[in-house]
């Protein structure tokens, strides 16, 4: 087994779709953390010559691909770091020269966050006594693109494809339609939690990329009960890093509805999922410049899930899942007095705090709880209790409930929200 590995993937684009859960299948089989995806459609490897990387134009297929690709790695690698690479994925389709060339995707080796060990390809020999010379070719190829381990292992999986694919009704290579351009932007904006990146975060992210030219501004939202911040931020440069290094990155955190797509003006367009549609259109609305275009992805389907979680795949049932687990090693108590044994309950409305108190009642435990006594503080006629009237206003205008002050009160027709410190 490999830690990472490289897979090329060279069939026409018309006969990728079908041959995509077979060929992670095969190559799960020989990776276990991190598999990077390199797109080249139609590589020759056995033609005698020694090919290089071309640009790939950005067309519909291939975002329909990146889809499948990434649903399909849900579904039967999910223990995989799966990563499309898109450095070669431009509206430039020149090939290399021999010599160092602007126009080439890669003009000097690419270096991954992790370094592949193994490069494997679904390139089908027809020769079978090629196979040597085909690895041979493989290795200086990929050798081309990126820093991998020197001496990097290579493996065809054609052989263990022609196996898993003899069932299947595959189309030949020269079926199907002219492939539909796909229009790119200079500018694109997305937001999201990206909480514990999955294949549905990268499918967003990824299709994003494609659509970019020159820059890609992240809009990331702070919430409760997900992982910090700097842990988010830091994943998604890396995933970015990785998957299209000549893009400026910007990841601004999002702290309204809105953020930075209605300031914005360079921005051209938004990438939205099906659900999220309606706060893309929402943004041009408020957004008082030139309309961003609503660029929309597929939501993928999450084949693991229960009966209580949600059909697609979800940082949410990811986190339920995590239920009951350590997410950090417990700290050494030593330093403390064996008595009292102090256990801190906190969490967001809803989060079981209540429940989990319970559980520790009939167990012993005794309770104090911090809500209710922080209500007590401002009582009627307590000094706290006269302090809120002092700075809110008094003369009957609060309302007031069952001898306590709400959280919330009216002062001359207004509502006003107060948090007690």
């Not at 027809?126 to 070719?137: A, R």
């Not at 998957?243 to 921005?267: A, N, R």
């Not at 009642?361 to 809120?388: N, S």
Request: proline share 8%.
């Amino acid at each position: 087994m490999f830690s990472t590995g490289l897979l090329v993937l060279t069939s026409p684009l018309q006969t990728l779709p079908l041959r995509i859960a077979p060929v992670l299948s095969s190559a799960a089989q020989l990776v276990e953390r991190t598999l990077y995806v390199h797109l080249h459609p139609g590589l020759n490897l056995s033609s005698g010559s020694q090919p290089r990387p071309v640009f790939i134009p950005p067309v519909v297929d291939l975002s329909t691909l990146i889809t499948r690709l990434y649903n399909n790695a849900a579904d039967v690698c999910g223990h995989l770091d799966v990563r499309v690479l898109l450095t070669n994925m431009r509206a430039q389709p020149t090939a290399c020269s021999e010599t160092t060339s602007p126009n080439c995707p890669f003009p000097t080796p690419q270096p991954l966050f992790h370094c592949p060990e193994v490069v494997l390809t679904d390139f089908a020999p027809q020769d079978p006594h090629q196979s040597h010379q085909v690895k041979q070719c493989l290795e200086k190829y990929t050798g081309h693109c990126y820093v991998c381990r020197p001496g990097i292992s290579s493996v065809l999986l054609h052989p263990q494809l022609v196996k898993l694919l003899e069932n299947r009704d595959a189309p030949k290579d020269d079926e199907g339609p002219k492939a539909e351009p796909m229009e790119t932007y200079s500018d694109v904006v997305v937001g999201g939690t990206f909480d514990r990146l999955h294949g549905a975060h990268k499918t967003l992210l990824s299709i994003s990329c494609l659509l970019a030219n020159r820059r890609f501004v992240i809009e990331k939202v702070l919430k409760e009960l997900i992982e910090p911040y700097s842990e988010r931020v830091q994943r998604l440069r890396e995933f970015l890093q990785d998957t299209k290094p000549s893009l400026q990155v910007e990841i601004v955190p999002l702290e309204d509805p809105f953020g930075v797509s209605i300031v914005d003006p360079l921005l051209k367009c938004i990438v939205v999922s099906e659900e999220t549609r309606k706060g893309g259109e929402a943004v041009n609305k408020k957004r008082g410049l030139q309309l961003l275009v609503l660029h929309e992805i597929q939501l993928l389907k999450d084949a693991h899930h229960d009966e209580i979680e949600e059909e697609k795949i979800s940082s949410s049932s990811l986190r339920s899942r995590l239920l009951g687990t350590l997410l950090t090693p417990p700290k050494d108590p030593s330093h403390l007095p064996p008595t009292p044994y102090v256990i801190g309950l906190t969490g967001g409305s809803g989060s079981g705090k209540s429940s989990i108190a319970k559980q520790l009642e009939v167990l012993g435990a005794v309770r104090i709880d911090c809500d209710k006594l922080g209500h007590e503080v401002y009582q009627f006629g307590t000094e706290a209790y006269h302090k809120v009237l002092r700075v809110f206003g008094s003369g009957g205008e609060y309302l007031y409930f069952q001898g306590m002050l709400g959280s919330s009160g009216f002062y001359n027709g207004v509502c006003y929200t107060w948090v007690m410190q």
